[in-house]
């Protein structure tokens, strides 16, 4: 069965403190890899999409990068405006539609 | 981003009475989803359509239906709404040459 998990759960950081999200994920065959951010009471924003082991992406503060087992977006010097859930979602090969979504972590900056 | 709107936003309905969420984007996008999000699970595909008309069950299908008219319309019907349907549901939406879903602002649905 396709599966997609997050670590930690959750995690606190200070401004300024860099970390990084786990996403590991066992699939039949990889079609792509996704990084959503989610605020509360708001949709997913997509962020990236990865396709292959050894790519990576960055927009600001952050980076996904993706190997064979699992992906991490790491987040350098955090700003509170950064607080919110991170989704990974993996789409398979085969032909379904399907994105197979970790539950996510819910990061905190505080200031 | 994708214009994605999902109407209404939030909705109180009671058990056993049928309920419609309307999901409207203007990117001219072939593929569309539905999707609910509950504490404790990830999100969870629904149903989707790949065009007009067509559509096919995701992994949560049971007690929904969808219908496609038109491409920018997706329309998700709960027959017979029951309070395990009490959920938030996004729409999302996607084009043919890219691979990223880009979502709606959700429906918060409660059943009582």
């Known amino acids: 069965e396709d599966q997609v998990t997050q670590s930690p759960e959750a995690l606190r950081l200070q401004e300024g403190e860099s970390s990084s999200l786990n996403c590991s994920y066992t699939?039949?065959?990889?079609?792509?890899l996704f990084w959503y951010r989610q605020d509360p009471g708001k949709g997913p924003e997509f962020l990236f999409t990865?396709?292959?082991a050894g790519e990576e992406k960055e927009k600001e503060r952050l980076k996904a990068t993706l190997t064979k087992k699992e992906s991490f977006l790491h987040i350098t010097a955090p700003k509170p405006e950064d607080s919110a859930t991170y989704l990974c979602a993996v789409s398979v090969q085969g032909g379904s539609e399907k994105l197979v979504f970790g539950k996510g972590t819910k990061l905190t900056v505080n200031p | 981003d994708a214009g994605i709107t999902q109407s209404p936003r939030h909705k109180v309905t009671e058990t056993g009475t049928p309920v419609t969420l309307r999901c409207h984007q203007t990117e001219n996008h072939r593929y569309m989803y539905w999707y609910r999000q509950d504490p404790g699970h990830g999100l969870r595909l629904i149903h989707y359509s790949y065009g007009v008309k067509d559509t096919d069950k995701g992994e949560v299908s049971d007690g929904y239906s969808v219908s496609r008219s038109k491409t920018e319309d997706f329309l998700l019907t709960l027959e017979s709404a029951t309070s395990s349907q009490t959920s938030v549901y996004f729409c999302?939406?996607?084009?043919?040459?890219?691979?990223?879903?880009?979502f709606g602002p959700g429906t918060r649905l409660t059943v009582l």
């Open positions: 990865l396709y292959s």
């Open positions: 999302a939406s996607r084009s043919s040459t890219h691979n990223e879903q880009f």
């Open positions: 699939v039949s065959g990889l079609r792509g």
